[in-house]
């Protein structure tokens, strides 16, 4: 339930991961990233599936391409695999984990918001179009945006720098172990939800830990920054 009576001096930001944490995406990203590379000829392995998630396409494809000698570019496999995710989703849509439509919606009224994600540009917007929830975050960090991405600081670090963010009163909120050690890197305090993260990483760094997006309470996140 949220709060009747918000706070007076809400979070700066919140930076929102996006598959897992906002959208119930992250096992056909995983099966999308496997008919992706079926293409070229490569068979991921249980590890490299489970690598996939919550890891960006920087780190996704080198650690493919490094073990199986891809030739296609990251861009080519990429596309690939947002074709092939594209028409798993079509078969049921995006699906919005508990809360998270209206308790962005709400955090939206009163603090500054970024997607920053592993995934493609691409599929930021499918998604986020997906669930109705475009206009609400005016700012999307996705894996073309840099260099180095999850667990490495660099991604919400850019994002705080573009919406002129203080890290120390911004919170992240995650599903998975990288995600979480990037934004605290980065500085900022970390949320992570257990809804969306199937894989069953590691969410003790984060600073608290909840069941859904309907827990981020205007109290929590208000004691988060204090």
């Known amino acids: 339930m949220s709060s009747t009576n918000p706070p007076a001096d809400p979070p700066d930001a919140f930076l929102f991961d996006l598959d897992g944490t906002l959208v119930d995406s992250e096992r056909e990203n995983v099966e999308s990233v496997v008919l992706a590379v079926r293409r070229y000829g ?5 590890e490299e599936r489970g690598f996939v998630i919550g890891h960006s396409w920087n780190e996704i494809y080198a650690l493919i391409a490094g073990n199986h000698g891809l030739t296609a570019s990251m861009r080519e496999v990429i596309d ?5 995710k594209q028409a798993l989703i079509a078969k049921g849509g995006h699906r919005a984990l508990p809360g998270a439509v209206a308790t962005v919606r709400r955090l939206a009224r009163r603090s500054k918001m970024a997607v920053v994600s592993g995934a493609s540009r691409r599929e930021v917007f499918d998604a986020l179009a997906g669930i109705g929830l475009s206009a609400e975050f005016p700012l999307v960090v996705a894996a073309e945006d840099y260099t180095h991405g999850k667990p490495s600081p660099e991604p919400y670090a850019q994002a705080l720098t573009r919406l ?6 911004s919170i992240a909120i995650e599903d998975a172990t990288p995600g979480i050690l990037s934004a605290r890197g980065a500085g900022m305090r970390v949320i ?3 809804a969306g993260n199937f894989a069953g990483y590691d969410l003790s760094p984060a600073d608290v830990v909840v069941e859904t997006l309907e827990e981020v309470t205007d ?8």
């Open 219 to 226: 109290e929590l996140c208000a004691g988060l920054v204090a």
């Open 192 to 194: 992570g939800v257990r």
């Open 80 to 84: 690939a695999a947002v074709d092939e």
């Open 42 to 46: 490569a068979e991921l392995s249980a």
């Open 164 to 169: 002129g963010a203080d890290p120390a009163r």
